[in-house]
């Protein structure tokens, strides 16, 4: 089965500093698709970053990127110059086309402080 | 327009009762999902349907069923309801499927005394 673990529950970063959330998983399959969703206060989950596994460039969106380490099952999320609106819980979740199941992880809780 | 909607947002209810969630895409997709996230955050896929297929996730209690009237909608139906329900329910939808980006709705949050 697939697993998704992110060993950090809370974290904090400094406005305009950047913070790496980690995230790994374990699979036997080749193909799969990674996600970062974030879960704001408001409760409303958005999607921050998709990743297909057999691209090798890691993928970006504006101020977040991902360390893509295929062969390490690791998928850690870079978010620079760090906002107030990034406060939020962020989710990790892995999925394939052969697979029945979306996982997620436990999630992050990450506070930006001013 | 709100792509994926959910009515109610919130839902306090007594134990043993039948109660409904409705959602609602406008995004044309063809695969919807409903989510459970228990009081420590952790999301747990409950069911996945398209218009070929549905998938339950087999620690599902049968007390929970999906119905989906036509391809924009993905109600959820529970019976006889229990204090361990109690959790916020997301509605999902995505273009195709699982591996396509999911968008959510606001969540429901079912109170059950």
């Known amino acids: 089965a697939q697993t998704v673990t992110q060993s950090q529950p809370e974290m904090s970063v400094q406005e305009a500093e950047t913070v790496t959330l980690s995230c790994t998983y374990d699979t036997s399959e080749s193909n799969y698709y990674l996600f970062w969703y974030k879960q704001p206060p408001s409760r409303q989950m958005i999607l921050v970053i998709r990743q297909e596994a057999y691209k090798q460039q890691n993928a970006t969106e504006n101020r977040f990127s991902v360390n893509f380490q295929k062969a390490a099952k690791s998928f850690s999320l870079k978010i620079s110059d760090s906002q107030l609106g990034d406060t939020a819980m962020y989710f990790c979740?892995?999925?394939?086309?052969?697979?029945?199941?979306?996982?997620f992880g436990t999630g992050t809780s990450l506070t930006v402080i001013p | 327009d709100t792509a994926v909607s959910q009515t109610p947002k919130y839902l306090v209810t007594q134990m043993g009762n039948d109660k409904s969630i409705k959602c609602e895409q406008n995004l044309g997709h063809d695969t919807m999902y409903w989510y459970k996230q228990d009081s420590k955050k952790f999301l747990k896929i409950m069911f996945s349907?398209?218009?070929?297929?549905?998938?339950i996730n087999e620690t599902v209690p049968n007390r929970f069923s999906p119905k989906s009237p036509d391809k924009a909608h993905l109600n959820l139906h529970i019976n006889s309801l229990e204090l361990g329900d109690s959790a916020v329910y997301f509605c999902a939808s995505s273009q195709a499927s699982r591996t396509d980006t999911q968008y959510f709705g606001p969540g429901t949050r079912l109170t059950v005394l």
């Open positions: 979740a892995f999925s394939s086309n052969t697979g029945n199941q979306f996982y």
């Open positions: 349907y398209n218009n070929k297929e549905l998938i």
